[in-house]
C-alpha cells in the first residue's frame, strides 16, 4: 500500500498528444452541436441577411483571446489551463483567490458545458425519432455516461480516438457546405449582407446579443492548453493549434451559414428548430436529411468527448498544486490519468444533462458564470505578469501587445452585459459564493489572507 501511494505520488501526465491531435481536440470541442442548434437564433436575434456579421465577430474575438492563450500557455504548458494562468498571473497572493475562483466555477460551468451537448444531441435526433420528454432525458444522460467510459483510458488512445471524431465533424461540414455551392446560388447572401443595415447603437446591441450565441459555438479553441501537460513541443504546438483551429472553424462556420441562408427563406431559418436537417431536406430529400442529422450526432458526441476530456485537468491541477480538494489529484494507477476528476465532472454533467430541457436555457448562463473571472481576468493577469516579471519572460509573443488585450476585454465585457439582467447577476453570484468559500477555506488553513505574520 505504501508503494502503491508512492507511485501516484510520483506519477505525471505524459506529453503524448501532436499538434495534429490537439487540433482535432479543439475542432471537436468547438463545433459540438452548438452552429446547428444557436445558427436559427442568431439569425432571429439579428433579423436580417446581416446576420453574418455575428459569426464574424465571434471569429474575430476567438483569435484575439487566442493570442492570450497562446502567450500564458506557451509559457506555463502545464494540466489545468487557467488556473495556472491566474494564479501565476495574480502573483502569491491574489492568485491564490483568481485561480481558487476559477475551479470553483469550473464545477458549475464545465458540467453545464458538457451537458449542453448532451441535450443538443438529443434534440437533434429527435428529428429521426420522435421522442418524449423523459426519452429525452435518458438518452442526453446516456451520451455522458458513455463519453466518460470511453475517456477512462490512456491519453494516447485518446489522441487517437480525437481523430476519429475529427473526421467525422470535416466530413459533416464538407456535406452541408458543399450542398450550398451546387444549389448554385451560393453568393447572394453575401451581396445582400448590408441589405437594409443601419450601423448604429441599435445594431451594435444586437451584434452583441447575437454574438454571445455565435461564441458558444466558437468556445473550445483554448481546450489544448487545459491539456498543457499532455502537448508535445508546447511551446510551439499550443498557439500553433488554437490558430489553425479558429481559422478553420471560422471558415466552416461562415460557409455554412452561407449555404443555408442560399437555400432557405429567411424566415424558415430562424423558425426551424432542426435548420440544417430542413436545409438538407430541401436539396436532397428525407434520406440525406437523416444521413446528415445523423453526422450531426456524431458531431455533438465528439463535442462532448473534447470538452469533458479537457475539464477534467482542471480539478487534478488544482488539487495536485494543493489549492483544492486533494483526492482530485490521483491518476488512475495503472492508466495515469486523472480518474477522479473525470468521475465527478461526468457525474455532475449527467444530473444537468437530466434536469435541463433545452440548449437554449444554458447558454447564456455558460457564458456570464465565466467571462469575467476567466476571460476578462486572465487579460488582465497576462498584462500583471508581463509588468512584473518582463515581457522577455512570455514565451510567445502577441503584436502590439496590451491593445489585443484591452480589445478583447472591453468585447467580453460588451457579451456579458447583453447576456441580460439575471445572468449577469447569477454570474456574480457564483463569484460571490466562490469568494465566502475561499475565505472559510483559508481561514481554516490560516492561509493568504489569515496566514499568521
Not at 6 to 13: F, G, I, Q, V
Not at 56 to 78: H, K, N, Q, R, Y
Not at 288 to 294: G, Q
Request: glycine share 8%; with cysteine.
Amino acid at each position: 500500500m505504501v508503494l502503491l501511494r508512492s507511485a501516484m505520488t510520483k506519477a505525471n501526465l505524459e506529453r503524448k498528444i501532436s499538434l495534429l491531435q490537439a487540433t482535432a481536440i479543439n475542432m471537436t470541442d468547438m463545433v459540438g452541436i452548438g452552429p446547428f442548434i444557436v445558427l436559427s437564433s442568431v439569425a432571429g436575434i439579428m433579423n436580417g441577411p446581416w446576420f453574418l456579421y455575428a459569426w464574424v465577430a465571434g471569429a474575430a474575438l476567438s483569435f484575439i483571446d487566442a493570442m492570450v492563450w497562446s502567450e500564458l500557455g506557451s509559457t506555463f504548458p502545464l494540466a489545468g489551463g487557467s488556473f495556472n494562468f491566474l494564479k501565476e498571473g495574480y502573483g502569491p497572493k491574489w492568485g491564490k483567490l483568481m485561480s481558487f475562483l476559477f475551479v470553483w466555477q469550473t464545477m458549475i460551468q464545465a458540467p453545464l458545458v458538457i451537458a449542453s451537448a448532451a441535450i443538443g444531441f438529443s434534440q437533434y435526433l429527435n428529428f429521426i425519432v420522435h421522442m418524449n420528454t423523459i426519452e429525452s432525458k435518458m438518452v442526453s444522460g446516456a451520451v455522458v455516461v458513455l463519453i466518460v467510459l470511453l475517456l477512462y483510458r490512456k491519453i494516447e488512445a485518446i489522441g487517437n480516438i480525437s481523430l476519429l471524431l475529427w473526421l467525422g465533424v470535416l466530413i459533416t461540414m464538407s456535406c452541408i457546405i458543399f450542398g450550398g455551392i451546387a444549389h448554385g446560388n451560393f453568393m447572394a447572401p453575401v451581396m445582400q449582407i448590408n441589405d437594409g443595415l443601419s450601423p448604429n447603437l441599435a445594431f451594435a446591441g444586437l451584434l452583441m446579443a447575437a454574438s454571445s450565441k455565435t461564441m458558444y459555438s466558437y468556445l473550445g479553441y483554448y481546450n489544448v492548453c487545459h491539456l498543457g501537460g499532455e502537448i508535445t513541443d508546447p511551446q510551439r504546438n499550443i498557439s500553433r493549434s488554437m490558430f489553425i483551429s479558429v481559422a478553420g472553424i471560422a471558415a466552416f462556420y461562415l460557409l455554412m451559414n452561407i449555404s443555408v441562408a442560399s437555400v432557405l427563406p429567411f424566415n424558415t431559418i430562424t423558425d426551424s428548430n432542426f435548420v440544417i436537417s430542413d436545409y438538407i431536406s430541401v436539396l436532397a430529400g428525407n434520406t440525406a436529411a437523416n444521413i446528415v442529422t445523423a453526422l450531426i450526432l456524431w458531431v455533438a458526441f465528439a463535442s462532448v468527448f473534447s470538452a469533458t476530456l479537457g475539464y477534467s485537468r482542471i480539478p487534478y491541477a488544482a488539487a495536485k498544486d494543493g489549492a483544492f480538494f486533494s483526492v482530485f489529484a490521483k491518476l488512475h494507477p495503472t492508466k495515469n490519468f486523472p480518474y477522479v476528476s473525470l468521475l465527478v465532472l461526468g457525474g455532475v454533467a449527467f444530473i444537468f444533462s437530466v434536469f435541463f430541457d433545452r440548449v437554449s436555457d444554458v447558454i447564456s448562463a455558460i457564458l456570464a458564470v465565466r467571462i469575467l473571472v476567466q476571460f476578462v481576468g486572465q487579460g488582465i493577469g497576462l498584462i500583471l505578469l508581463s509588468y512584473r516579471k518582463g515581457r522577455d519572460f512570455i514565451k510567445w509573443k502577441m503584436p502590439l501587445f496590451p491593445l489585443p488585450v484591452i480589445v478583447g476585454g472591453v468585447t467580453w465585457l460588451a457579451i456579458f452585459y447583453s447576456t441580460g439582467l439575471q445572468m449577469m447577476l447569477s454570474g456574480l453570484i457564483v463569484i460571490a459564493l466562490g469568494v465566502i468559500v475561499y475565505l472559510v477555506k483559508s481561514m481554516l488553513a490560516k492561509e493568504w489572507p489569515f496566514e499568521k505574520k
